[in-house]
């Protein structure tokens, strides 16, 4: 009998002292992408989660996913209007990334789940009628698909890229 202790996942809202590690978290997902040609900028990046973290942005949020109190994901997401449209809140997620040692592993597929029924609660709490997923990085996008399907989420249209 193996005596290999289980990864216990927690998922809790990033703060100030997350951001090298949030940072850090950028930079992976950006060079992975689609859009890895595009220079890194470490600066953007940390403005960015700086304000996902920072009370003065309630609208932002950054979610920091843990395994055995190594982190291994994060989430980061919007709150707002629909551009043209008013009275509904709506919960926008621009970025979902389980770290690249995992991604393919029960842990990694636990870790996902987790992030997506984290940002649902946090959308459900702040009263967002709908929540949007933004999947342009380019990275399994079937796998991805199949993933959100399963999530209960369904296909709005596509992202195109030239």
């Known amino acids: 009998m193996s005596s290999a202790k289980k990864p ?22 950006h060079e992975e992408s689609y859009l890895s040609g595009i220079p890194f900028s470490e600066e953007k990046a940390f403005k960015l989660m700086t304000n996902c973290v920072s009370d003065e ?24 209007e629909y551009y043209v449209g008013t009275e509904t809140l709506l919960t926008t997620v621009h970025v979902i990334h389980v770290t690249q040692s995992i991604r393919r592993s029960l842990l990694g597929g636990k870790v996902a789940i987790r992030l997506v029924r984290g940002i649902k609660q946090w959308s459900d709490q702040i009263g967002a009628e709908h929540l949007l997923f933004h999947i342009t990085s380019d990275i399994r996008p079937a796998q991805s698909d199949r993933f959100m399907r399963k999530m209960g989420f369904r296909t709005l249209g596509g992202n195109y890229a030239k």
Do not use: W
């Open 8 to 29: 216990r996942i927690m998922l809790r809202q990033a703060t100030i002292a997350d951001l090298d590690t949030l940072v850090a978290f950028c930079r992976d997902a």
């Open 57 to 80: 942005h309630p609208n932002l949020i950054s979610i920091l996913a843990e395994a055995n109190e190594k982190p291994v994901g994060y989430l980061c997401a919007a709150a707002g």
